[in-house]
């Protein structure tokens, strides 16, 4: 299979390095929008910015540039893995093509800061909801599910969710990078899969702060748990299934990205919790942390469909400096007493 993989970032290069290492033989080109940075990797023949140390395999061939149809055109399957601010762009250069496409983004789209585009709704657009007004002829879906770009280059056990309600997209995906070291789910529940990737990475960061505030382990098992409700209830009124939350893309992304130390959003709310400002915690880091950016669309898009998430609103407080870590918790602990639940109604 000839596989096109836009977005040099961390986990665009360890999802190219994976369908290189696969046993079918796959060929694969890695897009870079920074010539400089393709160059840089051509010539080191590893990603010294983001994955410094993984040797490319000879299968993998660097791009860069215009023509990103073309590259699209001239492959089997073209995976977009850019940051999701940069979807849509991507979407709209390979509208007209015709092989799938699938994205490795997590989070909702920001609304522009002059207003909804036109025909948008005025709240964050999931993936699948961007493609459909982006490029509304694709066949497309998603590739979630709990995983660290490092570990997965480096070949490590991994297993995601290839979400569509295309079956043979779905089908593609298992094909193009189910193997020895990656297993790959299919699922038709692709609201579910977006949303469970949006909401983990705002509660990374709650959980971080827990944790950098050492508030022990009882504190955070329930703040995983009481996320993974908050998770769910926007995925019901979404119209997402309840089952998919209990899997890769909700349960366990969820975990790994609130307790692995290689967690970008856990990282910033640790940073936070130790006094550091937000913009000094998201330099520290050298990576995007999805969750700054998708916390506070993920709140909108709850408010705007009657969710309560309070341990989400805290993060968008404590994001925009309107609370401290402390009071943050103290407000989450604070609430009146309720009967537990997991599902509305």
């Given amino acids: ?41 051509r010539a080191a023949r590893e990603n010294p910015r983001y994955l410094p140390g993984i040797p490319f395999p000879e299968t993998v061939a660097l791009a860069s540039g215009d023509g990103m149809a073309a590259l699209a055109a001239a492959a089997d399957l ?23 496409v699938a994205w490795l983004c997590k989070g909702f789209e920001a609304v522009p800061a002059g207003g909804a585009r036109d025909g948008d709704a005025p709240y964050g657009l999931m993936a699948h909801e961007v493609c459909a007004r982006a490029a509304p002829r694709l066949r497309a879906g998603v590739l979630s599910g709990p995983s660290f770009a490092q570990e997965a280059a480096q070949g490590r056990p991994t297993a995601l969710v290839a979400a569509s309600a295309d079956a043979g997209v779905r089908e593609l995906l298992v094909e193009a990078f189910h193997g020895p070291a990656l ?33 022990g382990l009882n504190a955070r098992a329930a703040l995983i748990t009481r996320g993974l409700a908050e998770m769910t209830r926007l995925g019901l009124a979404l119209g997402a299934r309840s089952d998919t939350f209990m899997g890769l893309s909700g349960l366990g992304d969820l975990v790994l990205t609130s307790t692995g130390d290689l967690s970008r959003n856990r990282r910033v709310g640790l940073a936070l919790a130790q006094g550091l400002t937000l913009e000094q915690a998201v330099q520290s880091l050298g990576h995007v942390a999805e969750g700054v950016y998708s916390a506070r669309t993920v709140v909108q898009r709850a408010r705007h469909v009657g969710v309560d998430m309070p341990i989400a609103e805290e993060v968008v407080s404590l994001l925009d400096g309107h609370t401290t870590p402390r009071e943050a918790v103290a407000r989450l602990m604070g609430r009146s007493p309720a009967a537990e639940t997991l599902l509305p109604g």
């Fill in 1 to 41: 299979m000839k596989i096109i993989v836009f977005g040099a970032g961390a986990w665009g290069t360890a999802m190219a390095l994976s369908a290189a290492a696969h046993p079918a033989g796959h060929g694969v080109t890695l897009w870079a929008r920074d010539g400089q940075q393709a160059a840089a990797m």
């Fill in 78 to 100: 073209a995976i977009i893995a850019t940051p999701m601010s940069g979807l849509r762009s991507t979407l709209e250069h390979l509208r007209d093509v015709s092989v799938p």
């Fill in 183 to 215: 297993r790959v789910y299919a699922n038709e529940d692709i609201v579910g899969v977006e949303v469970g990737g949006a909401v983990k990475n705002v509660l990374a960061i709650a959980t971080g702060l827990c944790d950098g505030l050492d508030l």
